[in-house]
């Protein structure tokens, strides 16, 4: 049964020591409710995150560790966390002024704005890395990539559908995303091979990175001073580059950029950070993973978790389930198998 702004108020008041003037509960397709907190002269934003954990990964501790960690260092382009409540695993944080940038707003110019932050991140040094876990479904060695898109698959493989938009999404697993992981993973182990590269062996310190895994313009608000703030670090951890920007070129929220605009952000990135062709290689080889990972994260909603975690955001799966599909299906088509 759906809460009374009355009864949001005095819930929340504990978190504040003004008086709340009222609440406002956002409208959202993310993973938590989030509330408005109105105050005297001032808002907060208030994050209930949801009590289902997937893999036990506790996004509302990671998140305000790491926006605390990142603001005492004084990377400040993020919400300024004030309060969690661990028990209720309730989280309150600045509120941030601004929105989310339009697909077709996005220029080189603003490419460079996102590099820019996420190079800052990735150049933070082996005292700051080693204050955080890997990040959630990190990937340290390469082994870890087929172990992500095997255990995805687990969580998926024995959904029995219910109605006609579930039936279709079991068929299109079936009958396409199976096969397309056979033929990725084959190709991959055959390259591994091929340059005599380890499997299990894992990037050294190093070379890792903190990151905040779901990284892209979805996450970022710009407000009119064009000051851009940089949101959602619930999974956020260590973890290997080439991942982050794979994820980000793969995204589902990346699905309709134009593809010169991931190109340079490629190679921006490339430039800011000084990796070598080696990197590069890594990118090609990794590519298809992320790809059909991708894939099998827009059909998560098959799983009996994911289901429960979404009805707890927005109660109805109907639709989500449909859109889920539609991006799915467009994603399996673009993925490129490369011969070398």
Same mark, same amino acid.
């Given at each position: 049964?759906?809460?009374t702004?009355?009864?949001?108020?005095?819930?929340f008041?504990?978190?504040?020591n003004?008086?709340i003037?009222s609440?406002?509960?956002?409208n959202?397709?993310?993973?938590?409710?989030?509330?408005?907190?109105?105050?005297n002269n001032?808002?907060?934003?208030l994050?209930r995150?949801?009590?289902?954990?997937?893999?036990?990964? #506790?996004?509302?501790?990671?998140?305000?560790?790491?926006?605390? /960690?990142?603001w005492?260092?004084g990377?400040k382009?993020?919400?300024k966390?004030?309060?969690? %409540?661990?028990q209720?695993n309730?989280?309150?944080y600045s /509120?941030?002024?601004?929105?989310?940038?339009?697909l077709?707003?996005i220029k080189?110019?603003?490419?460079?704005n996102?590099v820019?932050?996420?190079?800052k991140?990735?150049?933070?040094?082996?005292?700051?890395?080693?204050?955080f876990?890997?990040?959630?479904?990190?990937?340290?060695?390469?082994?870890?990539?087929?172990?992500v898109?095997d255990?995805?698959?687990?969580?998926i493989i024995?959904?029995?559908?219910?109605?006609?938009i579930?039936?279709?999404?079991?068929?299109?697993?079936?009958?396409?995303? $199976?096969?397309?992981?056979?033929?990725?993973?084959?190709?991959?182990?055959k390259?591994?091979?091929?340059k005599g590269? %380890?499997?299990?062996?894992?990037?050294?310190?190093?070379? #890792?990175?903190l990151t905040p895994a779901?990284?892209?313009?979805?996450?970022v608000?710009?407000?009119?001073?064009?000051?851009y703030?940089f949101l959602d670090f619930?999974?956020?951890?260590?973890?290997?580059?080439a991942r #982050?920007i794979? %994820?980000?070129?793969?995204?589902?929220?990346? $699905?309709d950029?134009?593809?010169? $605009?991931?190109?340079?952000?490629?190679?921006y990135y490339?430039?800011?950070?000084?990796?070598?062709?080696?990197?590069?290689i890594?990118?090609?080889? $990794?590519s298809p993973?992320?790809a059909?990972?991708?894939v099998?994260?827009?059909?998560?909603?098959l799983?009996?978790q994911q289901?429960?975690?979404?009805?707890f955001?927005?109660?109805?799966?109907t639709n989500i389930?449909?859109?889920?599909?539609?991006?799915?299906?467009k994603?399996?088509k673009?993925i490129?198998?490369p011969?070398?």
């Amino acid at each position: 049964m759906q809460e009374t702004k009355e009864e949001y108020i005095q819930e929340f008041q504990k978190y504040f020591n003004e008086r709340i003037i009222s609440v406002n509960k956002l409208n959202h397709k993310g993973n938590n409710q989030l509330f408005v907190i109105f105050l005297n002269n001032k808002k907060r934003l208030l994050k209930r995150y949801s009590k289902i954990h997937m893999d036990d990964w #506790q996004r509302g501790k990671a998140e305000f560790k790491a926006l605390s /960690y990142l603001w005492s260092i004084g990377l400040k382009q993020i919400p300024k966390p004030l309060v969690f %409540d661990n028990q209720e695993n309730i989280g309150v944080y600045s /509120y941030e002024q601004g929105r989310v940038l339009d697909l077709k707003e996005i220029k080189q110019e603003q490419i460079s704005n996102l590099v820019d932050f996420l190079v800052k991140l990735h150049s933070l040094n082996n005292n700051d890395k080693e204050f955080f876990s890997p990040a959630s479904s990190a990937c340290l060695c390469l082994q870890d990539y087929i172990d992500v898109i095997d255990k995805r698959v687990s969580k998926i493989i024995d959904f029995k559908p219910e109605g006609d938009i579930e039936e279709k999404a079991r068929k299109f697993l079936d009958e396409n995303v $199976l096969p397309k992981i056979r033929e990725i993973k084959t190709r991959f182990f055959k390259q591994v091979e091929e340059k005599g590269l %380890d499997l299990t062996k894992s990037l050294d310190i190093s070379e #890792q990175v903190l990151t905040p895994a779901d990284f892209g313009f979805h996450n970022v608000l710009v407000d009119e001073e064009e000051i851009y703030k940089f949101l959602d670090f619930e999974y956020f951890g260590r973890d290997d580059p080439a991942r #982050q920007i794979l %994820d980000f070129i793969h995204h589902a929220k990346s $699905l309709d950029m134009n593809k010169d $605009l991931k190109d340079y952000f490629i190679k921006y990135y490339l430039e800011k950070r000084n990796l070598s062709d080696k990197f590069k290689i890594r990118l090609q080889l $990794l590519s298809p993973l992320i790809a059909i990972t991708w894939v099998l994260i827009c059909l998560n909603i098959l799983s009996k978790q994911q289901l429960e975690h979404i009805r707890f955001a927005h109660g109805d799966t109907t639709n989500i389930i449909e859109e889920r599909l539609k991006n799915a299906e467009k994603m399996l088509k673009r993925i490129e198998i490369p011969e070398k």
